[in-house]
């Protein structure tokens, strides 16, 4: 029997490059080897968006056809909206009950998006619960791995707590504990140097034509030393040449040297990376306007997402509440 994995995306908006190379790409491998559930999380970005969640069926269909288009395959594996599976509340709840306040108040990501998210109010009960509901998702697929950064590891410990936690209360072996597939996925910088986020309005996004990348890749930040065309260049600094590096590899050395040596300019080098990109996306986009325009596809996907995640999310609740007497 294969092992499984649970995954998720938050419909916040569209989905950018960050996305391919850090989840996207990662998801295609995974499907071939382990039992997949990737689930859109909407209740997770209903904690942040709350105030105006009315975007998001929209954001769920759009990021599930960039899904479908980079090569995740449903029939390999389960494509589903969180809150289309009950069973994630109905966990959420259990588990909520036996979670000590601390644990979740000393979670280092929830006190530094405390901190920095400025846009909105996350001080809420349900901000604060986000570990929580993490920890249901996984566990209601007893999933056996879950893909994370480094930076996201100490929420699966807090999983791995709630587990243990659980099946000591309750004298069971209910929950496994999920180890982490720590994914080696390349940063990739925004175009203005910074992380690529929808918030920082510096991505590109998968939907994007070929006119808006080349106006997009034309405004990145570059190395800062060179000023005129003859300026020797420093790669390790330039956004551009870590874009290079991730979907152009094959040639990034070459563009190394001919920085270095200022053989080539910011403007030439920016439209050759342009013009790959272009190559790269320009199947996605097609694949995706196909699958748009086939009336009532995702929305069966995603049917048959739920019914495949339900089925097993329904057998762990009952066990869970056997384990519970309850
Ligand atoms: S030539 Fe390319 S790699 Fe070098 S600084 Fe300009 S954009 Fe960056």
Redesign the pocket.
Known sequence: MKQTILSGIRPTGKLHLGHLVGALANWVKLQEEYRCFFMAADWHALMGEYEDPSLMPGNIIDNVADWLSAGIDPSKSSVFIQSRVGQHLDLNMILSCLVPLGWLERCPTYKEQLREVNTRDLNTYGFLGYPVLQAADILLYKADKVPVGEDQLPHLELTREIARRFNSLYGCAVFPEPGALLTDSPRLPGLDGRKMSKSYGNAVYLSDDDAAVSAKVSS?V??PA?VRRSDK???EV?S??SY?SVFWPEKALE??D??RNAS???TE??KMLAAKLGVILSPLREKRTELLNRSGYIEDVLKEGAAKASAVAAATLEETRRAMKI
């Open positions: 990145m570059t190395d060179r260049g420093h790669p330039c551009v040449f290079y563009t190394a001919s920085c080539i300019g910011c080098c920016k």
